[in-house]
């Protein structure tokens, strides 16, 4: 184990969450510097010409968040 992270490890998950969370933050705050690969640019490409093409294949964001929350009030 690396000796740097014990401290971090020796925390509660919640702790160690909120860490991650502001870890990945400072990374999205700098998305300028993270390459994308060629092969992930094509595949967003090619996703949004078939969205173009026939837009009826997608689903609306508001029914997919209503169906997201439906589902988590049946589980809990």
Do not use: C, F, Y
């Amino acid at each position: 184990m690396n000796a740097q992270l014990a401290p971090i490890l020796s925390l509660s998950v919640a702790e160690r969450l909120e860490i991650v969370n502001e870890i990945w933050e400072s990374i999205a705050n700098e998305h300028s510097e993270l390459p994308v690969p060629a092969w992930q640019i094509a595949e967003i490409e090619r996703r949004s010409a078939e969205m173009d093409a026939n837009p009826n294949l997608g689903i609306p964001w508001e029914d997919v968040k209503k169906w997201v929350r439906n589902r988590d009030d049946r589980t809990s």
